[in-house]
């Protein structure tokens, strides 16, 4: 009995061991950054649904649930690290969630409040919010887009 649990827990510790510096896969790491911008997507999809439809009390609910999902997701691409010492995608990635994060907890709830105001006249500061919006989400899409493009030439088998 001793000697098999002291077998199992060489083996363990070897296993581990090996384990430790071992290179990550591109396709796994790409996978697993494009499962989180998806998941940021959704967010986009259902604000604008609520946006559009005028149901302020809805669009507060997403932006509530899409502040709280950031953060998750800003922690699960820190926690993936680099890519065998490259950094690239994942900064880019990370700097288009600040980006999201900004809007969501700055610009959006400025714009709803506005909104369930004033409903039938654009004012400035709402024209204001919506560029700052727009340009994010542009800023998001083509930085992560460049280090996707950049790393899938670099990693490409």
């Known amino acids: 009995?001793?000697?098999?649990?002291?077998?199992?827990?060489?083996i363990f510790t070897l296993v581990s061991l090996s384990s430790c510096g071992s290179k990550?896969?591109?396709?796994?790491?790409?996978?697993?950054?494009?499962?989180v911008i998806n998941g940021s997507e959704k967010h986009v999809t259902d604000m604008n649904?609520?946006?559009?439809?005028?149901?302020?009390n809805k669009a507060e609910e997403v932006r509530i649930i899409w502040e709280k999902s950031?953060?998750?997701?800003?922690?699960?691409?820190?926690?993936?690290?680099?890519?065998?010492?490259?950094?690239?995608?994942?900064?880019?990635v990370l700097n288009g969630?600040?980006?999201?994060?900004?809007?969501?907890?700055?610009?959006?709830?400025?714009?709803?409040?506005?909104?369930?105001?004033n409903q039938l006249v654009e004012t400035d500061e709402e024209a204001g919010l919506l560029s700052n919006i727009n340009?994010?989400?542009e800023n998001m899409a083509r930085g992560v887009n460049e280090a996707s493009d950049k790393f899938e030439k670099s990693y490409a088998k």
Request: charged share 30%; hydrophobic share 40%.
């Open 70 to 92: 950031i953060h998750e997701d800003i922690k699960k691409v820190e926690d993936l690290g680099d890519f065998n010492g490259d950094d690239g995608f994942q900064k880019a």
């Open 49 to 56: 649904r609520a946006m559009n439809a005028a149901d302020y």
């Open 97 to 117: 969630l600040n980006g999201y994060k900004k809007i969501v907890t700055e610009d959006y709830p400025k714009l709803i409040a506005i909104r369930k105001e």
């Open 1 to 10: 009995m001793i000697k098999t649990v002291l077998a199992s827990i060489a």
């Open 24 to 35: 990550k896969d591109p396709v796994e790491y790409n996978n697993a950054i494009i499962t």
């Open 135 to 137: 340009k994010a989400f």
